[in-house]
């Protein structure tokens, strides 16, 4: 392991600040009122002299990236060929960066092709 994957794991489990810090708790950085609580965790986009020069146009573009997503479309279960549904079995890459792996998901319109292509400004959906 890296010095510097040292220091940002060392950072990422602090576990006064982040207590179990190996589970995947989205909620850690909420308040009770469900509005996000001022921990922003900006270590991805370094600090100091050099921190990155874009990190509120990759945060701004992100958020609204993924809130039109799931505003337009949810996630659901795949479908196996009996019909039932296939469980997830959440599993993550290793490494500096970790990430879910790839599964099988179901992503359904919430609204009519119609209303999909007024909202996106996007000419069909098929
Ligand atoms: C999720 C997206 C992004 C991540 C995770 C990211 C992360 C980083 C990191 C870790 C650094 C190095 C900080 C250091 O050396 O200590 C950096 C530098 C930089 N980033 Fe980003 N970045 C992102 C998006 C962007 C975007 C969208 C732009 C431009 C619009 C940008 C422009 C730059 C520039 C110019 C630097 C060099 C700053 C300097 O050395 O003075 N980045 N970024």
Not at 10 to 28: G, I, Q, V
Not at 56 to 65: E, G, K, P, Q
Request: proline share 7%; charged share 25%; with cysteine.
């Amino acid at each position: 392991m890296s010095q510097s994957d040292k220091i940002f794991r060392a950072m990422t489990n602090n576990e006064e600040k982040y207590p179990n810090p190996e589970e995947f708790k989205p909620e850690r950085f909420l308040q009770e009122d469900g509005s996000l609580n001022n921990d922003r965790m900006p270590l991805a986009f370094g600090w100091g002299r050099r921190v990155c020069v874009g990190q509120h146009v990759a945060d701004a573009s992100l958020w609204i990236a993924m809130t039109s997503f799931l505003a337009a479309f949810s996630i659901h279960n795949a479908i196996d060929e009996h019909g039932k549904e296939i469980p997830i079995v959440p599993k993550f890459t290793t490494g500096l960066v970790v990430q879910p792996e790839k599964f099988p998901c179901r992503i359904v319109p919430r609204f009519s092709t119609k209303m999909l292509s007024r909202m996106t400004g996007l000419g069909s959906f098929v």
